[in-house]
DNA sequence: CGCAGTATTGAAATTTCTCAAGCCGAGTGG
DNA sequence: CCACTCGGCTTGAGAAATTTCAATACTGCG
């Protein structure tokens, strides 16, 4: 192991996936312990890299530990749209467990480091578990709770949409401890957010300046920023109750 | 149990159940036995009709034996979106399993007929039986790559948006022995296929009559039929693959 | 027969996109 | 250290798509 790798191993990788299940749900000490010692490999990608395409058949699932991914499909056109985004410690492709062939692709939005946990000892766990399998598979439902979502930005103005955009990623980010005070992480361009909200790269731009304008947030250099959390909710008609937290 | 009642009863409902789970995995007859006896309760609701709104907490899981069930979001601004269609076989809301409060309400498209299982049982089965706690968790990530579908209408036209619920539509009647010929049921009025694709009444009307115009499909008094399914596949850029079919 | 909801059609109003050009900021190489 | 370049952001204006408005048919049902 080089020096490097270890480095990358100050993540307790066990330890983050466990908290995120406890997040949804009463695990004993046992449970922990099985889930904490999971196989798994670590694994580095650039920004912008593939992690699994359409059409795939991962044997892995993935665990993000740093950094941001996203899932997307490709058109016909070539044009791309963003499905959901991803920060550390969730799990963008954990139905490949149960549907062989992806969908949809998995990148990165910018530098991750990630877990890929090998299928067979996940799933052989989630067998043997039912109270894991409960929660794994609980965790797919927040995810298609969090489509349902995006599904509504169709009948969303433009400004609520990207509203609506802000507070799901930092209300998720501060759920998840990765909030730096009233920031988070949100490292898209202008054109990568108009490929998740389905509107051009100019009509992101004169939505944010709106934003911007009314004093709700800023957003620069990756950096998302939140000034009037309460007129950020109002203008996205933001109800966290979708995300469903405990 | 009145005559009616008993007329109700000529629908094997645990063999339907059976049989849907069966088209996404192999189950045991012990496995297929203990699904058909599972208890449950017919339900008749009536057009427009709600089963299951937004913030409850239900008990029961809904199976569809008859008509047209919907999933829908309701916005701050009274708006509706639709986020799902689901037909007779389709479990609706069986994430409510495992997320106890609902993101969105579920009602009926048409005159319906479901029978409701209590959580109680169910939940208990799949406890005890993994491979049908696999089944049902399937059930619910292709109810989410359908989902992910429709996320992706925003980068389609308004003649593939349609197409493709068309597509969709048709396709998963077939596949649930429920098409007649190149015909099947659609009971939406095309202010619903609005608020179903994120498109004004008038939007969908003219979308719809290019597809007709065009000889791919016809949609008339909430039937469905598709004179070519290859041109219709074309329109809307459909790739079946996501509905992952066994 | 007539009502109520739905479909159809045309035209105006609005939103959204495309195009085009300039700007800014970070990183590069002379 | 400074010009240069590249990607991304900003701005304006015309083009295109979409929605709204308004008015007329159609259809199933009581």
Redesign the pocket.
């Known amino acids: 192991m080089t020096g490097h790798d270890r480095d990358i191993e100050k993540f307790d990788v066990g330890e983050l996936l466990v908290s995120r299940v406890l997040q949804h749900g009463r695990l004993t000490a046992t449970e922990q312990n099985e889930l904490a010692t999971l196989p798994f490999r670590l694994r580095k990608v650039e920004a912008g890299q593939d992690i699994v395409l359409q059409g795939d058949r991962p044997d892995h699932a993935v665990l993000v530990l740093k950094g941001m991914l996203a899932r997307y499909h490709t058109l016909a056109s070539g044009e791309r749209q963003y499905l959901s985004l991803h920060i550390a410690g969730d799990m963008p492709d954990l139905q490949s467990l149960n549907l062989a062939i992806m969908d949809h692709s998995v990148c990165a939005m910018n530098d991750a480091l990630i877990a890929m946990f090998p299928h067979g000892p996940l799933r052989e766990l989630l067998r043997q578990r039912s109270t894991l399998c409960f929660a794994f598979w609980r965790l797919t439902l927040i995810d298609a709770a969090i489509f349902r979502q995006a599904i509504t930005n169709n009948a969303r103005?433009?400004v609520a949409r990207l509203a609506h955009l802000f507070c799901e990623q930092f209300f998720r980010a501060k759920e998840y401890g990765l909030a730096e005070g009233n920031c988070c992480s949100l490292p898209l361009?202008?054109?990568q957010l108009g490929q998740a909200l389905?509107?051009?790269?100019?009509?992101v731009?004169?939505a944010?300046?709106r934003l911007r304008r009314a004093r709700l947030v800023e957003l620069k250099?990756g950096t998302l920023c939140i000034h009037d959390w309460g007129g950020l909710v109002r203008a996205a008609g933001f109800d966290p109750l979708f995300l469903h937290v405990a």
């Open positions: 103005t433009h361009s202008q054109i389905g509107m051009a790269q100019i009509s731009h004169r944010l300046q250099q």
